[in-house]
């Protein structure tokens, strides 16, 4: 059996967890999740505070002109209508525990002293085998926290009251009522988002092209007040019902199904001129949203980060009553909207 050192076990582990965890945020996972990506290409900091993130807004304004002649008296407005968005930091924990016994299955014996000598012509056998025992640890701790994490930015925080909300608790169904970062909706018509689900869906029709005129129209309706959806995700079922109003008016050429060079349909993804790029997001199947389609402006929604606390590694020093070895990654922020009528989600029959 083969002897390593706690010193040592701890580099081994820390060299694994930097070839694991690293990147922009994490490593490439098994399923593809562009709201993850997209979220985190624009992700900001903030420095940390009594519990939560603030910010103006304002969407009414009491100053007009009026007019008047000779010696009419006039009226001087004294404006009040500043707002403020108020979301709670969360924190977030991922981690994994590795036991003295499942070393010593795989051949490792742990001296359990900074002192320990190890054989130098064991080196190798050392590495090799302890590269093995992390590597599905250490895989589920990535896979595990990167697709709870893309989860977590997606739903809406009913979840539990420990982690942030996500999208859906900014574009919501019902923008018209309920209260989204301490703004009511409901009396403040700025503050929605745009929303086409449930009686209010669209029915694709391939011959009347109902669904490519719908997301035309709405797209205008989002850039009147300064909105830009640059990125647009849909369900398995949206695509779906999209690809076959495209077909049904495009061509096929060499490089790819095209309409008078408007419409472009590539293997998981349709982009059409007036709209964007529509994305496919796996997870939006995952949450039995398959027939809908979010279009967001990162610049109006994103991820804000404590400073110094992004996906930050932990190695916690072996408690003296346990033989187990800990690792963990920790992530303190929220997903903050500061404008809600540049969002829309569309639902298609």
């Not at 739903?155 to 859906?168: E, F, R, Y």
């Not at 110094?308 to 909207?337: D, F, Q």
Request: aromatic share 8%.
């Amino acid at each position: 059996m083969t002897q390593v050192t706690i010193q040592e076990l701890e580099n081994l582990s820390n060299a694994a967890l930097d070839f694991y965890i690293k990147g922009e945020p994490m490593p490439q996972a098994l399923q593809e999740r562009p709201l993850m990506k997209a979220l985190m290409g624009v992700q900001k900091t903030f420095s940390g505070g009594k519990g939560d993130i603030r910010g103006n807004v304002k969407g009414d304004y009491t100053t007009s002109f009026i007019g008047y002649s000779d010696s009419d008296t006039v009226v001087y407005q004294r404006p009040a209508n500043i707002k403020q968005f108020v979301v709670p930091w969360r924190e977030l924990h991922a981690g994994i525990e590795i036991t003295f016994t499942d070393l010593k299955k795989d051949g490792i014996n742990v001296v359990d002293s900074i002192a320990g000598e190890r054989t130098s012509d064991m080196k190798g056998r050392i590495e090799h085998a302890i590269s093995n025992l992390f590597e599905d640890k250490l895989d589920d701790m990535s896979e595990g926290s990167a697709r709870s994490f893309n989860e977590i930015m997606w739903q809406d925080g009913t979840q539990s009251a420990k982690v942030p909300a996500g999208v859906l608790s900014i574009v919501t169904d019902n923008p018209d009522s309920g209260v989204v970062e301490g703004i009511d909706g409901a009396q403040n018509t700025w503050w929605r988002n745009r929303s086409f689900v449930g009686s209010d869906k669209v029915t694709a029709s391939v011959s009347n092209q109902t669904l490519t005129k719908k997301l035309r129209i709405e797209v205008r309706q989002l850039r009147r007040y300064g909105g830009k959806p640059n990125i647009i995700l849909a369900g398995s079922g949206f695509i779906e019902q999209l690809e076959a109003e495209v077909a049904e008016k495009g061509t096929y050429t060499q490089e790819g199904f095209m309409k008078s060079g408007s419409t472009e349909i590539g293997l998981a993804d349709i982009t059409m001129r007036g709209v964007g790029a529509v994305t496919y997001d796996p997870t939006l199947d995952d949450l039995n949203l398959e027939n809908r389609a979010y279009f967001l402006d990162t610049r109006h929604i994103k991820p804000y980060v404590m400073e110094g606390e992004n996906m930050v590694r932990h190695s916690p020093a072996r408690p003296a009553e346990k033989y187990v070895i800990y690792r963990g990654i920790t992530w303190t922020g929220a997903l903050v909207c500061q404008k809600r009528n540049a969002h829309m989600v569309i639902e298609v029959a």
